[in-house]
């Protein structure tokens, strides 16, 4: 994979992402590639597979906090420490 391929696929949305990855899946499924054409495939695969991933440990990371703060929030409701 190029620089530029990489740099474009740090950029995907989620979404783009697996779609992308989708497609990708799915042409490796048709067979018909040379080695060379299904190693890039590959490749290509494995690196939108992990953009997606990443995105969707951030989005878990964010919901853990969030949780994490809501229950430290109900855990002091209607006490004087949650006036501190």
């Known amino acids: 994979m190029t620089d530029e391929e990489r740099s474009a696929i740090a950029s995907m949305s989620y979404e783009e992402a697996r ?3 989708i497609r990708v899946v799915q042409a490796l ?4 590639l040379n080695l060379d054409q ?3 495939q590959w490749e290509l695969g494995e690196a939108l597979a992990n953009r997606a991933q990443a995105l969707l440990d951030q989005v878990r ?15 002091t409701a209607g006490t004087q420490s949650n006036l501190d």
């Open 38 to 40: 299904s190693m890039r």
């Open 19 to 21: 779609d992308r990855l």
């Open 61 to 75: 990371s964010k919901l853990d906090a969030a949780q994490a703060q809501q229950q430290s929030t109900a855990d």
């Open 29 to 32: 499924e048709a067979g018909g």
